[in-house]
């Protein structure tokens, strides 16, 4: 739908924000609102409970995405601005995550981070003052003034100098009411999209399952000219049941003539880091071919640390520490790795393609197999000794030929409609500027 322009306009006299209506004021955000006028004080009771919210608690999309309960005597001390309903919340930290958000009603008591700067609308619409703190020009101002490399910042007071467009109060209204109504639409239609792509993942998930447990359908495996399983037994796995009655339960260490890991070499020497050895760490393992690494080890590193073994071509890597464990990549190239990485190679009555999709289907198994504290995890020896029911070769390279294609065809569609989401992501950033910039002229559209 096409917006009509406003019938006049003139120069705002800042640069970023170019021309507004004609009838439109443009003053600093200092004189339409308060900024951090609420705190608790260190005189607060200790048994006050809040919920709070940290820079990494909000989306740029979604606003506040999580909260967490606390008490004050036990809150870190950053903990303190108090905020209310209609205020919004702009990050002064890590402002490139650009973390804004509205404060909506349902949330009493809240308090958020002092990484936040507290706006609080005075002569303002609150909700169109919400939006004109996401417009993307008014961002990228908080942006540009930041401050530092590692960890930029900007002041809360440089935030409150920044210039914003005000029409007249009835205005703000129509403005806010439009883009709630538009806004709404689009996020309903991405919402949609989402749980659709949240479906695909899952009918993956189960495709890839049923095949390397049960085996091929009865269709594609005569298109690969097998005859389709009638007869099963139990695999002798609780986690696993019964599988194709001709299939044999090896250990991995059976299927495979060896695996290995590696380590990472002492940071204080820029010489081992000198090369062009390809070193995988976990980072690199994103369930597809690795072609690249982010770092290279040089030849001395490899000759002085008897830990570091070169693994050829088409081996497989398998993560076996706290978060990662259980995530994939096979080698697209002859590399080395750190510690945190099983690798897989030299074949024998498991292939390494269908490997691949079997951790795949089997990741939460595999995880369930870890130990420790804070970070669990898997040795290679509990990844050795884990038991896999392993089709003939032959029936194995028609799973991964049959698995590769129809993946494919369920990836290429969620990769459309991920690119259809982004659209409509950027329409409604596009619209939210064009509309509290005076850009479009909504006011028929709300009539």
């Known amino acids: 739908m ?100 509205p404060i909506p009603e349902i949330f009493d008591p809240l308090v958020v981070s002092t990484g936040f700067a507290v706006i609080r609308p005075r002569k303002v619409s609150s909700a169109f003052l919400a939006y004109a703190l996401r417009e993307s020009y008014f961002v990228e101002s908080i942006v540009a003034r930041s401050t530092g490399v590692s960890y930029p910042a900007v002041n809360a007071s440089e935030i409150g100098d920044i210039a914003i467009p005000l029409p007249s109060e009835d205005e703000q209204t129509t403005i806010a009411d439009f883009l709630d109504r538009e806004t709404g639409r689009i996020d309903t239609l991405v919402a949609k999209k989402r749980r659709l792509i949240a479906l695909l993942k899952e009918k993956r998930s189960a495709l890839i399952s049923r095949t390397v447990t049960r085996g091929l359908p009865e269709d594609a495996a005569r298109e690969f000219g097998l005859e389709p399983h009638t007869r099963f037994k139990d695999s002798g796995i609780e986690w696993l049941g019964e599988v194709p009655e001709m299939w044999e339960v090896w250990k991995i260490s059976h299927g495979f003539r060896s695996t290995g890991s590696g380590t990472t070499p002492p940071s204080d020497n820029d010489a081992w880091f000198d090369g062009d050895i390809p070193w995988i760490t976990t980072s690199e393992l994103r369930e597809s071919i690795i072609f690249d690494t982010k770092k290279k080890i040089s030849e001395d590193a490899v000759a002085t640390f008897s830990a570091l073994k070169l693994f050829p071509e088409g081996s497989l890597a398998i993560a076996m520490y706290g978060a990662t464990i259980g995530r994939l990549g096979i080698l697209g190239l002859r590399a080395a790795t750190n510690q945190a990485c099983c690798v897989l190679y030299g074949e024998r009555a498991l292939s390494v393609r269908f490997m691949f999709f079997w951790f795949q289907a089997f990741r939460e198994q595999i995880i369930l197999l870890a130990s420790g504290g804070g970070q669990p995890n898997i040795s290679q020896e509990k990844i050795r000794s884990i038991r896999v029911a392993c089709p003939h070769p032959i029936e194995q390279t028609a799973i991964v030929s049959y698995l590769d294609r129809e993946t494919a065809k369920i990836d290429r569609l969620v990769k459309k409609i991920e690119a259809a989401i982004a659209r409509l992501q950027e329409y409604r950033t596009a619209l939210i500027t064009a509309a509290v910039t005076g850009k479009i002229d909504v006011r028929e559209a709300v009539a």
Request: proline share 9%; hydrophobic share 35%.
């Open 2 to 101: 096409r917006f009509p322009a406003y019938p006049e306009y003139r120069d705002s006299g800042v640069q970023w924000l170019g021309r507004v209506p004609g009838h439109w004021e443009v003053k600093r955000l200092k004189f339409s609102a308060t900024i951090n006028d609420d705190a608790l004080p260190e005189t607060t009771d200790p048994d006050f409970e809040f919920s709070y919210v940290d820079i990494g608690s909000v989306s740029p999309g979604e606003g506040i995405t999580s909260t967490e309960p606390m008490i004050f005597e036990n809150a870190p001390s950053r903990a303190r601005r108090k905020v209310a309903p209609g205020d919004s919340i702009v990050s002064t930290v890590r402002t490139y995550l650009r973390a804004i958000a």
